[in-house]
C-alpha cells in the first residue's frame, strides 16, 4: 500500500502550467510518489504525465466531472491513458440523485459509462462523503451502490473523515468494502469547540495505525491519499507534510 497526495488540497496552485510543474515539484520533495488529479485548471494531459513523470509522480486516480464521465466516456479514456491511470473517479454524487425519487437513477445513467471504463481495463471510483449514510426507506445510500454496481463496474474511495462524519464505523465499512476500495482517502478530523475539523493525517481523533492496519488486512488497497479540504489557514503544502511524516512514522511511503 503505498500513500499519496490528493491533489485537491492544493487545488489553488495547480490552475496553469507554471504553477501545477512547481506544485509537482514541492509535492515530490515532500516525499509523495503517488498523486490524484482532482479540481485542477485546462491544462493539456500531455504536459500533465511529462510534469509528474519528470518528478517521479505516478498518476494513480482522478476526480473526473460526472458530465464527462457521463457524455464524454471514451475521450476521458483516453485521456486516462495518457495520464496511465487505471482508476477514473467521480467525486461526488450530482445533487438531483440524492433523493429518494431520483436515486435509482444513478445507476441507470452511470451503469453503461462503468462497463465501459471496464471493458477498458480501467475502473469506475465512487467517493463517498457523509451523504451516503442517509438512509432511505430505511437503507443508505452506500448500501444501495453497493448493489447496484458490481464491484468489477464501480470500486469505493473510502474516505475515513466523511465515515466517521456519517457517524459510521470506519472498521466495519472497511470490511464491508473490503474487495472494492483499492484507492482510499486519509483524512483526520479534530474538534474545535462544537465543529469538528477536517486535520492532516496524525493530528486529529481517528485512530490511524488501526484504520491503516485495516486496510492492509483487506489485500485491496493499493493506494492510500491524503487530503484535506480546509486547511482553515494554515498552508495546504504543510499540512500534506505533516500528514506524511506522520504515515513515515507508521512505515509508508
Request: charged fraction near 30%; include cysteine; aromatic fraction near 12%.
Amino acid at each position: 500500500m503505498m500513500i499519496g497526495a490528493q491533489l485537491f488540497t492544493l487545488r489553488n496552485y495547480l490552475q496553469n502550467e507554471k504553477d501545477f510543474r512547481f506544485t509537482m515539484k514541492k509535492v515530490a520533495e515532500i516525499g509523495y510518489q503517488t498523486v490524484q488529479l482532482s479540481a485542477i485548471g485546462p491544462i493539456r494531459p500531455e504536459f500533465i504525465r511529462e510534469t509528474c513523470d519528470e518528478f517521479g509522480l505516478k498518476i494513480v486516480l482522478t476526480h473526473s466531472k460526472p458530465d464527462r464521465i457521463l457524455n464524454d466516456t471514451d475521450a476521458l479514456i483516453k485521456e486516462h491513458d495518457i495520464l496511465g491511470c487505471d482508476y477514473i473517479g467521480i467525486g461526488m454524487m450530482p445533487d438531483k440523485y440524492r433523493t429518494k425519487e431520483w436515486l435509482e437513477h444513478f445507476a441507470m445513467d452511470y451503469k453503461e459509462p462503468a462497463k465501459k471504463i471496464a471493458a477498458a481495463g480501467k475502473k469506475f471510483m465512487y467517493h463517498n462523503h457523509n451523504i451516503e449514510f442517509e438512509k432511505f426507506g430505511g437503507k443508505r445510500i452506500i448500501e444501495t451502490l453497493m448493489e447496484d454496481f458490481t464491484a468489477e463496474e464501480m470500486g469505493f474511495t473510502l474516505d475515513t473523515y466523511w465515515v466517521q462524519a456519517g457517524g459510521a464505523d470506519i472498521y466495519q465499512w472497511i470490511d464491508l468494502l473490503k474487495d472494492r476500495i483499492p484507492c482510499v482517502h486519509l483524512k483526520d478530523m479534530s474538534v474545535k469547540g462544537w465543529e469538528p475539523r477536517m486535520a492532516a493525517v496524525g493530528s486529529g481523533n481517528l485512530n490511524f495505525p488501526k484504520i491503516m492496519e485495516a486496510f492492509e488486512k483487506t489485500g485491496c488497497v493499493k493506494y492510500a491519499l491524503v487530503e484535506q479540504d480546509d486547511c482553515y489557514g494554515e498552508s495546504p503544502f504543510d499540512c500534506l507534510k505533516s500528514s506524511y511524516d506522520y504515515l513515515n512514522t507508521l512505515g509508508y511511503r
